[in-house]
């Protein structure tokens, strides 16, 4: 009995010692285990939903490493120009285009005039600089973050489009920032609830193919696609232009051109595509002809004499979906159009992206209107001699002022980035 007694006073003893160090335990515990910061948590719910692959050419130890590494701030060299460059100057620019399917061979794909002008523009210059490019661009965007060789300190890594933009925006702030390799995102959608901020760990700068974004970032450049001709050498590409110029010249006395839509639609743009079906409100244009899919022989299509080539915005002639942000133009779309010739025309865009392709594409305010269009686009279109002349400068003056590396000299790529604008003094 008295040995039961001595057991139960020590069992009293021992919870009232357990529950007097509560208060220091719930002390403790936090320290011990602090809680996750809320963007952690937001970390976690993504990759739990998404599950992001390993990239491949990261191996266990850098990971390791980044992992230890503070958020970068982009105070490192960008791309740069150095001409009296040595063997250990050299550096590595790669392009990544991660494209959302296969469609065969002969597919456009959605990101190729971006991709392809930034590649295209810093190759011109490689040797010149010190750099080597590599263009990681696939149909399968598993394969775009495999890398030839790994990134590394003083590197660049550009992706063109929003196809795995999270996983590269994670990939910037967690390895790419903290082992100094430059981050460039080239932004391929419209900011249509205003001007958006992209000032994300480890992203140095972001390219716009609009004016009508105006990002917030450390560094902001405009970089629209620019002349890349699909026939090869590109004498067969001015001769398929010429071609296509003198054929019209031979067709009937009051021939009208011919309207035609490649794309794909949307709610806004199926009613404008309805009311331009009506032979009465496009008094200028022979029959109306669309094509939905950028693939198959679509390089054909324009090569054909005759053709005025529509661009809408993908709210086409909604006012109310444009009162945060100014109307696109979509660059995408005129780098493959005018690269091979066509007669464009546009409803109206915002006054800088206009100003700029005023003379390579007919802008019409009045084009889904019933009231009369204006006075320059019914002389094109209504002059058998103005059309063919509009058609040919307009190819020339493209090819000249849209080169790939005059895109990326007017941008002034090469000025060493973030860190040159003496932002990290």
Request: aromatic share 12%.
């Amino acid at each position: 009995m008295a040995l039961s007694m001595q057991v139960g006073m020590l069992l009293q003893g021992v919870v009232l010692g357990l529950l007097s160090s509560w208060g220091l335990w719930l002390f403790l515990v936090p320290r011990l285990w602090p809680a996750k910061h809320p963007e952690d948590r937001g970390k976690e719910a993504y990759q739990t939903t998404t599950p992001m692959p390993t990239p491949a050419p990261l191996n266990k130890s850098v990971q390791s490493e980044a992992r230890k590494a503070p958020h970068a701030t982009c105070c490192y060299p960008g791309i740069r120009c150095k001409k009296n460059h040595t063997e250990e100057d050299v550096y590595n620019i790669f392009v990544l285009s991660c494209l959302p399917e296969n469609n065969g061979n002969e597919a456009v794909e959605v990101f190729r005039p971006m991709w392809d002008t930034v590649y295209r523009g810093l190759q011109s210059r490689s040797a010149e600089c010190g750099y080597h490019v590599f263009l990681m661009a696939s149909h399968h965007a598993s394969v775009n973050f495999v890398f030839p060789v790994e990134p590394r300190k003083g590197d660049v890594v550009i992706l063109a489009g929003h196809q795995e933009s999270q996983r590269f925006l994670e990939l910037c702030g967690s390895t790419f920032g903290p082992r100094e390799v430059y981050c460039i995102w080239f932004f391929s959608e419209l900011e249509v609830q205003g001007p958006a901020t992209y000032m994300q760990p480890g992203l140095c700068e972001v390219w716009e193919y609009t004016r009508a974004n105006a990002p917030k970032a450390r560094v902001v450049r405009y970089t629209p696609p620019g002349f890349l001709p699909p026939m090869n050498p590109l004498s067969a590409n001015d001769d398929a232009v010429q071609q296509s110029v003198k054929g019209y010249n031979f067709t009937p006395a009051g021939t009208r051109p011919k309207l035609r839509f490649i794309g794909t639609g949307s709610p806004w743009r199926d009613k404008c595509r309805g009311f331009l079906k009506k032979a009465h409100n496009r008094p200028l244009l022979a029959n109306f002809e669309e094509f939905p899919v950028w693939g198959g022989g679509w390089r054909s299509l324009v090569t054909n004499s005759g053709v005025v080539y529509l661009n809408m915005h993908r709210y086409c002639n909604d006012s109310s979906m444009y009162k945060r942000s100014p109307r696109p133009l979509e660059t995408v779309r005129l780098s493959l159009l005018l690269s091979m010739g066509a007669v464009v025309l546009s409803e109206q865009s915002n006054v800088k992206d206009t100003e700029i392709f005023e003379d390579l594409v007919l802008f019409e305010p009045n084009l889904f209107s019933k009231l009369p269009w204006s006075s320059k686009v019914q002389k094109v279109l209504s002059d058998k001699n103005e059309y063919m002349a509009w058609q040919m400068n307009a190819y020339k003056l493209f090819k000249e002022k849209f080169n790939p590396r005059q895109v990326m000299l007017d941008a002034n790529v090469w000025d060493g980035g973030y860190l040159a604008r003496g932002h990290c003094a």
